[in-house]
């Protein structure tokens, strides 16, 4: 999503708990950083909490059979 001041990124979650910890400790250590794009908005990045579609694999085993 975009704003005036901010540019928030959300990435979608891993299905793997461990490494969705590890990611979310990645958001914070790089927006403690406080990065900015050229044209001064600063970025935040985070995970997406709620996963709102099934996972990849289970939509293309659908599409096949």
Do not use: H
Request: hydrophobic share 40%.
């Amino acid at each position: 999503m975009q704003g005036q001041d901010i540019v928030s990124i959300e990435l979608r979650p891993f299905n793997d708990r461990q490494y969705n910890r590890d990611l979310a400790a990645l958001c914070e250590r790089v927006n403690a950083t406080a990065p900015r794009l050229p044209d001064g908005r600063r970025l935040l990045f985070g995970v997406n909490d709620v996963v709102l579609v099934r996972p990849i694999l289970d939509v293309q085993k659908r599409r096949v059979a």
